[in-house]
Nanobody, 126 residues
Framework: EVQLVESGGGLVQAGGSLRLSCAAS????????IGWFRQAPGKERVIVAC????????YYADSGKGRFTISSDSAKNTVDLEMNNLAPEDTAVYYC???????????????????WGKGTLVTVSS
């Protein structure tokens, strides 16, 4: 059974930092692209960052460029998202997802991802 478990969410003041972690099990980790998505109340789920399968090339949405860093640890089967200089507009539920795709860069559409975690809430106060 494939499981993706997110951790590290919480309440932080604007300008602060959080590190989210996604622990994957039940899958051939290196064969999957891993993405971090977020969904704010009343809005659609959107990509924040992702890493491709294999070489783990990273992609960042404009919302996180320069502030967020995604990293992968194949020994632990984890993909972390370091978030710095957080702003109230970063408040959302953050989801980790896995996409069985090995033909290039990680994909950006949530609908293409096969497996999802339950999410972790990030709240940034002003």
């Amino acid at each position: 059974e494939v499981q993706l478990v997110e951790s590290g969410g919480g309440l932080v003041q604007a300008g602060g930092s959080l590190r989210l972690s996604c622990a994957a099990s039940g899958l051939a980790f290196e064969d999957f692209a891993i993405g971090w998505f977020r969904q704010a109340p009343g809005k659609e789920r959107v990509i924040v960052a992702c890493v491709s399968s294999g070489d783990r090339a990273a992609y960042y949405a404009d919302s996180g460029k320069g502030r967020f860093t995604i990293s992968s640890d194949s020994a632990k089967n984890t993909v972390d998202l370091e978030m710095n200089n957080l702003a109230p507009e970063d408040t959302a539920v953050y989801y980790c997802a896995a996409d069985y795709y090995n033909l290039g860069s990680c994909r950006k559409l949530a609908a293409l991802y096969n497996y999802w975690g339950k999410g972790t809430l990030v709240t940034v106060s002003s």
